[in-house]
């Protein structure tokens, strides 16, 4: 492991600019189920089919279950030791810049600061049909509804086959030009985030990937660690304070 803490600690103490993409596997050490594999089934529904408008439509009450489960969850549970690793790379190199794919808010409430959240927020509702949003709001409802035209709420997280909001979308077409990409915790299954990935790859860009299901490799400028992410991003971040140090 030794010698590869060295070269992730030097590749971020050489990078300017430095990108992270976080997934599911983030937040795996927080006591929260990632998407794919036996982890993502609830109920006997697997989260991707839940996850789709066609879900929603056809039982919107079964959807809004799921997630208000998820709230309940996500709620007990609290950022790990490698959101607070990020935040501590984000001190030591200003120029750190973060998208995740996750909804649950641990970003934020590890103290992170700005980022973005591409595929929304878990605790934020927005109508179904006029442009009302809330966040946060406690509701005891089984479908909320909107205050102002009473129609049926919907969770604010983006479902497959709809858009990515532009804003994240700019983002992520920016973090195309960082110097190093830190890819923790995802499956690399979904688009545009896995495009991002594989751009950096192709245009030999320097790229760590944090992944228990990886083998430790350096293939070309990819360097995979077969890790925990809350067990190896802290050792980084340590050697990384050394070696600014010397
Ligand atoms: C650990 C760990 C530990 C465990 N430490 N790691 C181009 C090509 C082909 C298809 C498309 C394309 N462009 C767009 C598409 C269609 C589609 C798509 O990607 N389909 C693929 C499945 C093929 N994309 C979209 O529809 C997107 N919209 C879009 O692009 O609009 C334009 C368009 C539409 C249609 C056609 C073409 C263009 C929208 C995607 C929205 C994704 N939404 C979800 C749900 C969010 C709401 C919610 O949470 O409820 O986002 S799906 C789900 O997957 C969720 C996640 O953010 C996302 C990614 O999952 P992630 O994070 O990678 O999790 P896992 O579980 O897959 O992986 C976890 C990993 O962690 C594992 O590998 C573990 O090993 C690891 N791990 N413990 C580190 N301790």
């Known amino acids: 492991m030794e010698k590869f803490l060295e070269i992730s600690a030097n590749w971020l103490l050489e990078s300017k600019k430095i990108g992270i993409l976080t997934g599911a596997g983030i937040s795996k050490e927080s006591g929260i189920p990632t998407f794919r594999g036996e982890d993502g089934l609830w109920k006997n529904y697997s989260a991707t089919e839940l996850a789709t408008p066609q879900a929603f439509q056809k039982n919107p009450t079964l959807v809004w279950e799921w997630y208000l489960w998820r709230r309940k969850l996500v709620k007990e549970k609290k950022p790990n030791a490698a959101h607070y690793a990020l935040v ?3 001190n030591l190199k200003s120029q750190t810049e973060l998208i995740t794919q996750n909804v649950d808010g641990l970003h934020r409430r590890s103290g992170f600061g700005k980022h973005t959240e591409m595929h929304g927020y ?12 809330q966040e946060d709001i406690e509701s005891n409802e089984k479908i909320p509804h909107c205050p102002q035209c009473q129609a049926m709420m919907r969770p604010g997280v983006v479902w497959f086959g709809e858009m990515i909001p532009q804003k994240a979308l700019t983002h992520l077409q920016q973090m195309a030009e960082v110097d190093l990409l830190l890819v923790i915790g995802t499956s690399k299954t979904v ?7 594989h751009y950096m790859q192709l245009n030999n860009k320097k790229v760590i990937e944090i992944n228990p299901e990886l083998s430790s490799q ?12 809350g067990e190896i991003l802290p050792k980084i971040i340590e050697k990384l304070k050394s070696l600014i140090k010397t």
């Open 88 to 90: 501590d790379l984000k």
């Open 122 to 133: 878990l605790f934020r509702d927005v109508c179904t049909n006029c442009t009302f949003i």
């Open 191 to 197: 688009y545009p985030a896995a495009g991002l990935v």
């Open 218 to 229: 350096m293939i070309k400028n990819t360097l995979s660690l077969g890790f925990p992410a």
